[in-house]
C-alpha cells in the first residue's frame, strides 16, 4: 500500500499567518492517465471531511483563493497564503492513483 | 445541490450486524462510485473500499473482505454499508463519498458494546 506521510502533524498559527502542510508518498502518485490524483481534505471539529483540492493543484469552486495546492510524483504541498478562523482542523492528503486509496494521518491546524 | 445523506446513529452488541444507509440527490446515482471510509474513534480515516453503481459490484480493502459488504438500491439512489457479526473495533464513524468532485456525507456513529 502506497504510505502519506503528512507533517507537521500540528500547527499553531495566529490569523492572518501562512501555513504549510508537507505530504510525501512512498511512491510516485502520477497514473497510467497521465494524472496525478493526490487530494487534499479538511475535516473541521465534529464534521465530516471537506473537500478543497483535486489532482495535487485544483480548487474546488466553493474553496477560497488563499488555499493552494502544488507538488509532483511523491511531494506535494497544500499551503494556505493567510490562515483565517474557518481553517482550524485537521487537514488530510489522500491518494486515488492506486488501490487501496490511503490518507496521510493528517495535520492539526490550530490557532494561536 | 449535491448531497449524500446518511441514516442516523446505531448502538449494537458484539455479534450482532448492521446497514447503514448513504442516499444521493442531486446528480445521476449511476453516473460515479460510491466510497466507503472508516474513522475510528480520534483516528484517521481508511479507506474501505467502493461499489460501482452502474453494475453493482463492490471492491474491498484488504482489511474489509470479510465481513463488510456494500450494496445498492439504485431505484433509491442509495448506497448501503453492512457489517457483520460486529466487534469492538468496529465501533468508529462510517463516512461514504462519492468518486469525483469528492463530495462526503455527513457520517454515521457505529459503536459496539455488550
Known amino acids: 500500500d502506497v504510505v502519506m506521510t503528512q507533517t507537521p502533524v500540528s500547527l499553531s498559527l495566529a490569523i492572518g499567518q501562512p501555513a504549510s502542510i508537507s505530504c510525501k508518498s512512498s511512491q510516485s502518485l502520477l497514473g497510467t492517465s497521465g494524472k496525478t490524483f493526490l487530494n487534499w481534505i479538511l475535516q473541521r471539529p465534529g464534521q465530516s471531511p471537506k473537500r478543497l483540492i483535486y489532482?495535487?493543484?485544483k480548487l474546488y469552486s466553493e474553496v477560497p483563493d488563499r488555499f493552494s495546492g502544488s507538488g509532483s510524483e511523491t511531494e506535494f504541498t497544500l499551503k494556505i497564503s493567510r490562515v483565517e478562523a474557518e481553517d482550524l482542523g485537521v487537514y488530510y492528503c489522500?491518494?486515488?492513483?492506486?488501490?487501496?486509496?490511503?490518507f496521510g494521518a493528517g495535520t492539526k491546524l490550530e490557532l494561536k | 445541490q449535491i448531497q449524500l445523506v446518511q441514516s442516523g446513529p446505531e448502538l449494537k452488541k458484539p455479534g450482532e450486524s448492521v446497514k447503514i444507509s448513504c442516499k444521493a440527490s442531486?446528480?445521476?446515482?449511476?453516473?460515479?462510485?460510491m466510497n466507503w471510509v472508516k474513522q475510528a474513534p480520534g483516528n484517521g480515516l481508511k479507506w474501505m473500499g467502493w461499489?460501482?453503481?452502474?453494475?453493482?459490484?463492490?471492491t474491498y480493502a484488504d482489511d474489509f473482505k470479510q465481513r463488510f459488504v456494500f450494496s445498492l438500491e439504485t431505484s433509491a439512489s442509495t448506497a448501503y454499508l453492512q457489517i457483520n457479526n460486529l466487534n469492538i473495533e468496529d465501533t468508529a464513524t462510517y463516512f461514504c463519498?462519492?468518486?469525483?468532485?469528492?463530495?462526503w456525507g455527513q457520517g454515521v456513529m457505529v459503536t459496539v458494546s455488550s
Open positions: 463519498t462519492r468518486s469525483g468532485s469528492g463530495y
Open positions: 461499489i460501482n453503481t452502474q453494475t453493482g459490484k463492490p
Open positions: 442531486g446528480y445521476t446515482f449511476t453516473d460515479y462510485a
Open positions: 489522500w491518494q486515488g492513483t492506486h488501490f487501496p486509496y490511503t
Open positions: 489532482q495535487v493543484s
